[in-house]
Nanobody, 126 residues
């Protein structure tokens, strides 16, 4: 399994931007579809975005569509999440996750993901 480490979380004002990174270990990183999820205090972990293994297909939660962009650099074994026009409701711990096999469940279901990072905190102040 690939091991994942997120970075880039910070405190930012509403309307600002943040770029999250997720570094993956191992030579098989390019075989994995990848996702970003987030979890706010007292809430369940929710889907944010997904990118196919080659980067050609991207999906987003409605709440972030048009503001967030997911990308993947297989040469650098790194996943990114560009977050613009941030809102206080975007405050959460953000996790990256790797999906080795074809999805079995609905888009965004955590059960489809094999490996998870430890998370990085993003706080958006109003």
């Amino acid at each position: 399994q690939v091991q994942l480490v997120e970075s880039g979380g910070e405190l930012v004002q509403a309307g600002g931007s943040v770029i999250l990174s997720c570094a993956g270990s191992g030579r098989s990183f390019s075989y994995y579809a990848m996702g970003w999820f987030r979890q706010a205090p007292g809430k369940e972990r929710e889907f944010v975005a997904r990118i196919s293994s080659g980067g050609g297909t991207k999906n987003y939660a409605d709440s972030v569509k048009g503001r967030f962009t997911i990308s993947k650099d297989n040469a650098k074994n790194t996943l990114y999440l560009q977050m613009n026009s941030l809102k206080p409701e975007d405050t959460a711990v953000y996790y990256c996750a790797a999906q080795r096999r074809s999805p079995h469940y609905d888009l965004g279901d955590v059960r489809d993901y094999d490996s998870w990072g430890q998370g990085t905190q993003v706080t958006v102040s109003s």
